[in-house]
């Protein structure tokens, strides 16, 4: 599989720590942040292909962050992750430009099913800028 | 009217022409040429009403190619209506929004605070504050609807992708004592479209099911393959449907049946917006009272091998 | 106190530009204002700004001009542009050509503050790495 940037942003550190563990066994250049902040501190000195994004997060929410994210690279595809799917948030997150709005908890090889078709997605519109 | 009558009688026109000649000529010396010419004169009859036929289905097509563009320039309209008011509307209501932000300051000036009257006008601005708002919320989601989206097509299942959102709304739609039950054809064809814009749709369409329900009743989710070319999804409900009358403008901006301040009448123009984007259409069929039913075709888009970016 | 940077503000409505003008200096920002795109490059010739509050859509010079007009001029000056409508390809236009962020109208002041000191601290943070 191709090597592409992926960012995982989540407020509970285990789960970050063992995604990003699991991604970068599967050979994926993976990093973490446990708030909206923090992944948008991230962003600001490395690019990301695809971003994995918890909806509930304390301080700055997921909508909140995802809607950040896009007006800073809107090229990088967001997948938002949701405990308990709330229709208000996901059809929010889907209008604002999320990828996909996937249930927790996910299988890991779903879950890099899904980043995988967000980066094909993203080379796409790359190849349309050029 | 007289295109009609011209087509009614054109193809009579080259036969007796024939027999006319014929007539003129004084060629009728033996019975068998008689014969002949009949013949001569039948077979350009055929002819004559084969032309027209095809002349009547070209102007068909034409037809239906002048509705459709139409509609393609009525979209573009509506974008750039939609594009210019936000921005007509958005700039007043800044310069709305930054008055009451000074009246606030000013509000907090110790000479004023004694006043007993100034706690109302406060609240008065509060609300002003939150209508402002509102306001912004409609006029962010009509751009949503004008917003030029260049669609991003990709291979996707569709069963998957009808799943998928299906399961986002399956635990409010428990709470609420609705069933949502799945029908989905087992060897659907993949589809080559934009799989966040058909989210969209999808989730639109099942959250206007349970609004059209409230509480105790189904939802069907449904996925065929149509032909070689399209499939097709229907979401249909056991909800409040939609009166006879109003049927044909549920996809029309700004159309809303629920009650003020609830929803803004945009999703299903925003749905129409974005499958017509991807090269299909949506329709609905309802009875008043017990069901709705939406059904999205959607062209199939056989992308020729190579093309694609990675095959999965 | 901590430094704060001199603000141009460009909108064609006077009302706008002058209130908002009037909002910021109650949180001791100093601004001045243009009413049109040429105004403000004059402007941005004769004085020294570190920030420029840009409207987009503005008779004669657009604002998408004037930034880059701006960028040309001296590529420190932060830029945010205001705009009544973000579609995400204006967004990408825009901050494609160098702005710093953009602000929806209408606005909350403390969002409008807290880009005018993201800017402005992305601004210093540039001078650090060019002045030795």
Redesign the interface.
Known sequence: MEKFRVLIVDDEIDFVETIVKRLKDRGLDAVGATGGKEALELMEHKDFDVAVLDVKMPGMDGIETLREM???K?LMEVIMLTGHGSVESGIQGLQL?AYNYVMKPVPLNDLLKQMTQAYERKLIEEGRER | MAKRLNSRFFPYIPSVLVLASAVLTGVFSEPWQAVVLLVIAGIAYINAKGTVKTIDKAEEACRTLNEQLCRAEKLSTVDELS?GI??????P???????T??IK?VFKSKSLQKLKEIEDCADSLNQICMQ??RC?EI??KL?SL???LEPVIQCLDLNELVSQMTNIVKKEMEERNIKILMNLETNLPLVYSDPPLLRQVVLNLLINAAHAIERDGEICVSTMAVSPQSVKVIVMDTGCGIPKEHVDKVFTPFFSTKKQGKGTGLGLAICRGIIERLGGNISVVSEFGKSTAFTIHLPINRIPQGDILHGS | MAPKPKILIVDD?E??RN??R??LS?EDYEASVAGSGSEALDELHKNNYDLVILDV?MPEVSGVQVLSEIKKLDPTIEVII?T??A???T??EI?KLGAY??L??????SELLEKIDAAYERKLGRRQLTEP
Do not use: C
């Open positions: 896009k007006k800073r809107p430009g | 594009a936000a921005h007509e509307i958005n700039n209501l800044g310069i709305i929004a930054q008055e932000q000074w300051h402002v708002d912004k006029v962010h751009l004008a917003r030029e | 409505e009302r706008f209130t908002m009037k909002l109650i859509r205001m009544g409508y579609s995400v390809d967004a990408k901050m962020d953009y929806l109208k209408p606005y909350a002041i």
